[in-house]
């Protein structure tokens, strides 16, 4: 077996279980490696703080760190076919996303590099004649950053870039599924020549290797992506430690479709916003309500183009739909699906695995459109993080808001209209961390992102991303020549 786990800047042997990489769209193995032990993370996480400490890292000057950064960058779009490939095998997402998830990784990268060179400190307003003060920001130490599957290269240098811009080291732990794509990126940061020590990817459970990191004491930040029963736990274990948690979670989020709204537009977004990535992100626009005077009409226009969805094989050009991540994930799925008819819903089309021909091997869903139900349903309450989309018609906006905000989520929402004063109303009264208009799941890296309610705590992106992995540190200069009379 390769020597697979990163440690401390020396690729090595890990010293827990044996893992598989596995393609779920025909459960072939892609690689078998070996994950982190306890003793790996504990060695880790202390040549880690001597890292960031060391003159090399904390004296560098912001423009050598973006440096790295800058070529991190040059490095992943040159190799942008391999990496994209490589994410394809690891988590089932057609080429096309991958290669956007991996421009996304560079693009980050370079931003957070030319954020770093270029952002200022602060002189703090003053009135006092005898001294001034200035605010200084200081790295927080070790980092803890985890990840999930559904897009690693792009959540994952979204955590590495500005953590380690911001002077710190970090401990990546990917989630096991996409272990591969995480070690290409330590690969790729020890070529752009980051100094050893400032950056561990160790693969493993979350339960022993990721308790292990957010539990050491010199972890000093959890930047967590992923479930918000995991977020939950670890913002226990933050506050215990009295450290500082930066948690992107689950959804469950609204797309409203208003009278007014260009239908064809309306139906291309939508279906684009539930079925890409066959439903696996945390922003699918998975509860859909629809005016009542268009429902049937919109409705019909949906069910045709989500069958006109293309669903095979994710390295075959043209997909729009690849495999869900695994068999366990794909039973969930099926299991919210049966859940939703039993309390009565209507499976308008889809709503069940693809067992023929090309698909046979793999863990495919069609994409499913449920409707006859009501927000208290279950599948309109739980995440489901699957090509399952639940419709629901509306007659008053008042009552529409207020379903729109009954969940314990607040990730994003979609407004589809062409009054664009009712859909500013909308978009201040949704109780949710990103508002599309007339778009869905569009990004733009210096806007900052996350989670309000259940959906998360605190933001990502944009220049002050770099600062939510500092400290700020005041510090007063005296300038009296007169001695302090107290003693007197
Ligand atoms: P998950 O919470 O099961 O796992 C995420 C990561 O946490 C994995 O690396 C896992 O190994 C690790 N982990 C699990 N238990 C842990 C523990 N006790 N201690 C430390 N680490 C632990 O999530 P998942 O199934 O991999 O991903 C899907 C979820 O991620 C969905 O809920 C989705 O909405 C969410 N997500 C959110 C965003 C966002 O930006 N808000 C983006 C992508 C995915």
């Not at 076919?81 to 421009?103: F, Y």
């Not at 994409?367 to 007659?395: D, H, K, S, W, Y």
């Not at 992102?449 to 992995?469: D, N, Q």
């Amino acid at each position: 077996m390769a020597k697979d786990l990163y440690l401390a800047g020396e690729w090595r042997q890990g010293r827990g279980p044996v893992a598989q990489s596995i393609f779920p769209a025909d459960g072939t193995v892609n690689a078998e490696f070996s994950t982190a032990s306890v003793d790996d993370v504990n060695e880790a996480i202390e040549q880690a703080d001597l890292a960031w400490r060391s003159s090399a890292w904390c004296e560098s000057l912001p423009h050598q760190r973006a440096q790295v950064l800058y070529k991190v960058a040059d490095i992943i779009t040159e190799r942008a076919e391999a990496l994209s490939q490589l994410q394809t095998r690891d988590n089932g997402k057609p080429h096309a996303e991958t290669m956007a998830l991996v421009m996304s990784a560079a693009a980050t990268a370079r931003y957070v590099a030319a954020a770093c060179e270029t952002m200022d400190g602060e002189l703090t307003s003053q009135r006092a004649a005898d001294f001034m003060t200035m605010s200084v920001y200081e790295p927080v130490g070790v980092v803890a950053a985890i990840t999930p599957w559904n897009s690693p290269i792009a959540s994952e240098v979204q955590k590495l870039a500005p953590a380690l811009a911001g002077g710190n080291a970090v401990i990546l732990k990917p989630a096991q599924e996409t272990s591969l794509i995480a070690l290409e990126l330590a690969r790729i940061f020890e070529e752009a020549g980051l100094p050893k020590g400032l950056l561990s990817v160790l693969p493993g459970s979350g339960s022993v290797v990721g308790d292990a990191i957010v539990n050491h004491p010199l972890v000093r930040k959890i930047s967590f992506t992923g479930g918000t029963t995991t977020g939950r736990r670890l913002a226990h274990i933050a506050a215990e430690r009295l450290i500082t948690t930066s948690l992107e979670l689950g959804g469950k989020s609204p797309t409203i479709v208003l009278a007014d709204a260009d239908l064809d537009l309306a139906v291309k977004g939508v279906v684009y916003g539930i079925f890409s990535s066959a439903g696996q992100a945390c922003i699918a626009g998975s509860r859909l309500f629809v005016a009542e005077e268009i429902y049937q009409e919109f409705m019909d226009k949906l069910v045709a183009a989500t069958k006109g969805l293309r669903i095979g094989h994710p390295e075959k050009p043209g997909m729009h739909l690849g495999s869900l991540i695994n068999e366990k994930h794909l039973n969930s799925v099926d299991g919210y699906v049966q859940l939703a008819k039993s309390e009565g819903g209507t499976v308008v089309c889809g709503g069940e695995r693809m067992v023929e021909g090309e698909h046979a091997q793999g863990c495919f869903y069609l994409p499913t459109i449920i409707t006859g139900l009501n927000n208290t349903a279950r599948v309109c309450q739980e995440e489901i993080f699957g090509p399952v989309l639940v419709v629901m018609p509306f007659a008053d906006e008042a009552a529409l808001l207020a379903e729109a905000n009954d969940s314990i989520y607040g990730l994003a929402a979609g407004i589809w209209t062409e009054n664009y004063r009712k859909a500013m109303q909308l978009a201040r009264a949704l109780e949710v961390g990103t508002v599309w208009i007339n778009t869905y799941k569009k990004f733009s890296i210096s806007t900052p992102f996350g989670g309000f309610k259940e959906s998360g705590i605190g933001r990502e992106k944009g220049r002050l991303g770099i600062l939510s992995y500092m400290q700020q540190k005041s510090i007063y200069l005296g300038l009296n020549e007169t001695p302090n009379t107290w003693c007197d």
